[in-house]
């Protein structure tokens, strides 16, 4: 069965369109992964912030912070 010139320019129309509207869903994720990856460091330093006040982290926070390589102690000099 031959496909017609005007089925493989509709065909290839659609499937241009579709990789636009892909790119620019990918896009749009990067954008609020990254945004979501700064909010979460900004709450992990408030969270740092209310150790250095005596305040206790749970265990589940601690190993969060520990596998990111995030400081959860104080340093004493």
């Known amino acids: 069965m031959a496909v017609s010139a005007d ?3 509709s065909t290839a129309t ?3 369109e ?3 509207r892909l790119q620019s869903e990918n896009w749009s994720l990067r954008q ?3 945004q979501d990856l700064s909010d979460l460091q900004l709450l992990a330093a408030r ?3 209310f150790t ?3 305040a206790h982290l749970g265990e589940r926070v601690t190993d969060v912070f520990t596998r990111r390589g995030w400081i ?3 340093t004493d000099p």
């Open 7 to 9: 089925q493989a320019i």
């Open 14 to 16: 659609a499937l241009a």
């Open 18 to 20: 579709r990789c636009r």
């Open 32 to 34: 609020h992964r990254g």
């Open 47 to 49: 969270l740092v912030s």
């Open 52 to 54: 250095t006040a005596g």
């Open 72 to 74: 959860t102690g104080r």
